[in-house]
Structures are given as structure tokens and as C-alpha cells.
């Protein structure tokens, strides 16, 4: 059973930075793309950026394009999401995900499992 855990989120101030990371557990890590999606209150949830299992290929959003990194490290299973200049308008819950596809992809519905997500709250 795949697990994917969350860590890394809090209560930032705008311009701030913060890294989160996901941990993978009961699969073959590196096998698989990954993907950060995030979700802020009253609106449906959305892509943040999608990384390839070699991290060759890596997408982004719009919103968040210049402003957040998305890597991993095959060896320790764990995907990071890197942010900097944060606004007020990253405030939501960041989930991570994977799927059964070794392409990155910005599709929800290729995405199969989800962790528990993190809050991320930036103030003005």
C-alpha cells in the first residue's frame, strides 16, 4: 500500500520561504512521477507542479512558475516542494500525490494517491 506523508508547512510571513517535503513508502519510489497540488478554502483543489521518476521533466503552474521548485531524491524516497516570495494567495492545505505513471503529468485524475496534506498559511 502506497503511503505518502507530509511534512513542512506553517505560518509564514509574505515574502517568506519554505520547503516541504513527501515521504513514499510501499512502492518502488523511483519508478513513478510525483506531483504537489494544493488546496485553498472554498476553492477546488489545483496544480502546483509535477516532477518525472528522473526528474528529468518538471511542470509548473502559472501562479507559481519562477517562485517554486519541485525536486526529489530517488535515495531517501522524498519529493520537496520548494517556495520562495511567498503571497498571501499560496495559503491553502499542499498535498502530495503519485500515480502509476513515470511521466509527469498536470492532470488530477492521474493521480492516484494522496497524503494527508499540510498547511501553508502566508500573512500580509
Known amino acids: 500500500q502506497v503511503q505518502l506523508v507530509e511534512s513542512g508547512g506553517g505560518l509564514v510571513q509574505a515574502g517568506d520561504s519554505l520547503r516541504l517535503s513527501c515521504t513514499a513508502s510501499?512502492?518502488?519510489?523511483?519508478?513513478?512521477?510525483m506531483a504537489w497540488f494544493r488546496q485553498a478554502p472554498g476553492k477546488e483543489r489545483e496544480f502546483v507542479a509535477s516532477i518525472s521518476r528522473s526528474a528529468s521533466t518538471t511542470y509548473y503552474s502559472d501562479s507559481v512558475k519562477g517562485r517554486f521548485t519541485i525536486s526529489r531524491d530517488n535515495a531517501k524516497n522524498t519529493v520537496y516542494l520548494s517556495m520562495n516570495s511567498l503571497k498571501p494567495e499560496d495559503t491553502a492545505v499542499y498535498y502530495c500525490t503519485t500515480g502509476t505513471r513515470a511521466t509527469a503529468t498536470i492532470a488530477e485524475d492521474s493521480y492516484v494517491y494522496w497524503g494527508q496534506g499540510t498547511q501553508v498559511t502566508v500573512s500580509s
Open positions: 510501499g512502492r518502488t519510489f523511483r519508478d513513478y512521477a
